[in-house]
């Protein structure tokens, strides 16, 4: 690979994020809710129980900011915090049936807008560059396990889920 391809790389793909984050935001704005919150809710459905510091890493957000955002989600009737079973010191956040009921919608607006993203582009061509970028993530994150890099909530810090 070139110098000029190597360094574009990391800006193409933080700004085709950029461009999918927005596009997901557009659609999905008459919730009212922001890509951090769309995130939590994503997240609290699928690890259904997860602490605040689990949150944090899977966000990339500090957990002061994890807190606040719950707060919100949970006053909003988004979110529940319920103790942890077997430590008192641990808050679980679980989502509501509110942010369930959304949940479907919100992969429907995710494949439209992945749909858009694509469009133009030959199966063959969807298949290398998820291919390609399952690459990336596994030379990045020295993992060799194909399956950890196709899950969107992959282990973080040694956390299994």
Known sequence: MNDKA????????????????????????????????????????????????HLAELLEIEPISVSRLVDRMEQAGWVERRPHPCDRRIRMVHPTPKAREIYDEMRAIANEVYDSALQGMSADDRAAL????????????????????????????????
């Open 130 to 161: 998820l291919h390609g970028l399952r690459t990336v993530i596994r030379n990045l994150s020295g993992s060799d396990d194909e399956a950890e890099c196709a899950t969107p909530l992959r282990k973080v810090q040694g956390h299994a889920r």
């Open 6 to 53: 190597h360094d574009s790389l990391g800006f193409l793909i933080h700004d085709a994020a950029r461009w999918l984050r927005r596009e997901f935001e557009t659609r999905g704005s008459h919730h009212g809710l922001s890509t951090a919150q769309w995130r939590l809710i994503v997240i609290a459905t699928k690890e259904d129980g997860a602490s605040q510091a």
